[in-house]
């Protein structure tokens, strides 16, 4: 079956840890992209991926970090420098043109204690 | 001004009722535009694009108005399973989805 995934489904950590999340999609879609999402609010974009070896930020990178060495593989590093890191965190990927469509991943619930 | 406006309601209609969400976004220059179907700690799925003439899927219907810049999208015959937050997204210049905080719809028995 073709899809994302994301692991771990939950997580915890203490504060002063750095924690990466894990984001594998067998899609075939060059872009993909990591968001945040807090109880109340829309997806705020982390990083964003378009090609292999490349990623911009997004809205709210800081105290985070990603790598794109593979196509499919997009991991994001929850920094002990991320004020806040406890959220419920979204990969999703895209073939890009010509809609943008964007396909996500279950997501995995970070709690930061 | 948020560059996409949903009313968050909640929506809270009887089954087998027509229940309409609307949503304004800021950029002119926006070029593409869906509606995200999220389920209570689950993640977005997409609903269906918006076009530009309008298009229908089953119960559901999408409108686009880019001289008023809103996107509606209509849920005919509710039933419990459309019980969800509606979230209504936009793409703009840079490629980049910006997504509205959504729509809570609560389908009563």
């Known amino acids: 079956d073709g899809g994302i995934t994301q692991s771990p489904k939950y997580l915890f950590r203490k504060e002063g840890q750095n924690v990466t999340l894990s984001c594998e999609q067998n899609?075939?879609?060059?872009?993909m992209y990591w968001y945040r999402q807090d109880p109340g609010q829309g997806l705020r974009l982390i990083y964003y991926?378009?090609?292999?070896?490349?990623?911009q930020k997004g809205d709210i990178a800081e105290g985070y970090s990603v790598s794109r060495e593979k196509k499919e593989s997009f991991p994001l590093t929850v920094t002990s420098a991320q004020k806040n890191p406890t959220a419920f965190y979204l990969c999703?990927?895209?073939?890009?043109?010509?809609?943008?469509?964007?396909?996500f991943g279950p997501g995995t619930r970070l709690t930061v204690t | 001004r948020k560059e996409v406006e949903q009313d968050p309601g909640p929506f809270n209609v009887p089954e087998g009722a027509t229940v309409a969400f609307n949503c304004t976004y800021s950029n002119s220059a926006s070029q593409s535009f869906f509606w995200y179907r999220q389920d209570c700690r689950k993640e977005p799925k997409l609903l269906m694009s918006?076009?530009?003439s309008g298009n229908e899927d089953g119960r559901f219907t999408a409108q686009l108005n880019r001289a008023s810049q809103y996107i509606s999208l209509l849920i005919r015959d509710s039933k419990l399973s459309d019980s969800a937050t509606y979230l209504c997204?936009?793409?703009?210049?840079?490629?980049?989805?910006?997504f509205g905080t959504g729509t809570l719809l609560a389908v009563q028995p």
């Open positions: 899609l075939n879609h060059d872009a």
């Open positions: 997204v936009v793409r703009g210049a840079t490629n980049k989805l910006i």
């Open positions: 999703a990927s895209s073939s890009g043109t010509p809609t943008y469509e964007q396909y």
């Open positions: 918006v076009y530009s």
């Open positions: 991926s378009q090609i292999v070896n490349d990623f």
